[in-house]
């Protein structure tokens, strides 16, 4: 039988607690988290009481130091995930990092070649690919059931209030605005059902009341095969409190997630008719990525949000940014391409 990963959980706060939650529904057999580390002594001693820790720290130095931690959970603010991640990998640790992997793709790309040079796993949480829907769509398309993927809409709305003083306030902090921070979970679902990105425009909504850098935004992308999305992101929303929309249209047939997974296909008989609701069995995304990481560092695969994965999904949102600041449209290759030789 193998040993639990041990975790060591670098940040405690609020998407702390999911993450947390998420790990004991897999049970200690599989994984066990043997330390919290937060600034916030009170924090990280609450995370610990939450999870089972017996250890709660508030420098993160010590928990990628202890011998006794196989891997690390970095929930900290975004401009503090390349430094501990490096350090991490240093140290031997695999590194699993909420979204969006770094604020620059110089970081993330140095947070790449870290975990490599040392041989460890490094995954970042895009937990929408692990979503039942998002997993069934993706088995669709690669089935072929909707032909070419020509038109893809994506929407994220919700109302996001950031106290004062928030470091999520901060434009460079947060990497960006709305589109960095959550819609990279919209491109990164994109990519993986379509492909890379080849070209971005964007348009954005500014209230520096709420936030620095852009509070709602709508992003223009065409992929390599040709195929065309819509993202609009919304962190201001006065009516949903968080939704979510996936509209997908192929050659040969489309799919939708209003109220349920609902697919329309010319390629079989009983789905050709009018659109068809899909049975798809409810699983916790949270575990699931998590079940995935604790395989990869197991089993030494590739995790399906690899490093490599997260900063091409990056690049794609600071595309955007810099096509609202600029007027044009902008190839995230090319500014992934200046990233990796900024660091070589």
């Known amino acids: 039988m193998s040993q639990p990963v041990r975790i060591g959980l670098i940040g405690c706060g609020g998407i702390s607690r999911t993450h947390v939650r998420g790990m004991l529904s897999l049970g200690a057999e599989e994984i066990r988290v043997v330390a919290t580390c937060d600034v916030e002594q009170s924090l990280a001693e609450e995370r610990a009481r939450d999870a089972g820790a017996e250890v709660a720290l508030t420098d993160w130095r010590a928990v990628v130091e202890r011998k006794d931690v196989d891997a690390v959970d970095i929930c900290l603010p975004h401009d503090l995930h390349a430094e501990v991640a490096i350090a991490a990998a240093q140290q031997g640790k695999h590194i699993f990092v909420e979204k969006p992997i770094a604020t620059t793709l110089e970081d993330g790309w140095a947070m790449v070649r870290a975990a490599r ?78 492909g890379e990105v080849e070209w971005v425009s964007a348009e954005t909504f500014y209230n520096p009341d709420r936030m620095e ?92 949000t690899s490093g490599e994965e997260a900063v091409r999904t990056q690049a794609v949102a600071i595309a955007a940014n810099e096509s609202e600041q600029t007027g044009c449209r902008v190839r995230p290759a090319d500014l992934l391409a200046r990233a990796m030789e900024e660091i070589s």
């Not at 692990?130 to 893809?152: I, M, S, Y």
């Not at 852009?214 to 819509?230: D, K, L, P």
């Not at 409190?241 to 079989?268: P, Q």
Request: aromatic fraction near 12%; hydrophobic fraction near 45%; glycine fraction near 8%.
């Open 117 to 194: 040079d040392a041989n460890v796993v490094l995954m970042t949480a895009f937990v929408e690919r692990f979503e039942a829907e998002n997993w069934r769509t993706k088995q669709l398309l690669d089935e072929g059931w909707l032909g070419t993927p020509v038109l893809a809409q994506v929407d994220h709305l919700q109302n996001v209030f950031i106290p004062p003083g928030h470091w999520a306030r901060e434009r460079n902090r947060l990497g960006g605005g709305a589109i960095a921070s959550a819609g990279c979970h919209r491109i990164d679902l994109l990519r993986w059902f379509i």
């Open 213 to 304: 850098g852009e509070i709602a935004g709508v992003v223009n992308m065409q992929f390599t095969t040709g195929a065309i999305a819509n993202l609009s992101i919304n962190w201001m929303s006065p009516y949903r409190a968080f939704y979510r929309k996936l509209w997908l249209e192929g050659t040969e047939g489309c799919i939708h997630n209003w109220n349920g997974l609902h697919i329309f296909s010319r390629k079989k008989p009983e789905w050709s008719e009018g659109f068809v609701t899909l049975e798809v069995e409810p699983v916790d995304p949270f575990a699931a990525e998590l079940r995935h990481f604790v395989e990869c560092i197991r089993e030494g695969k590739e995790p399906l």
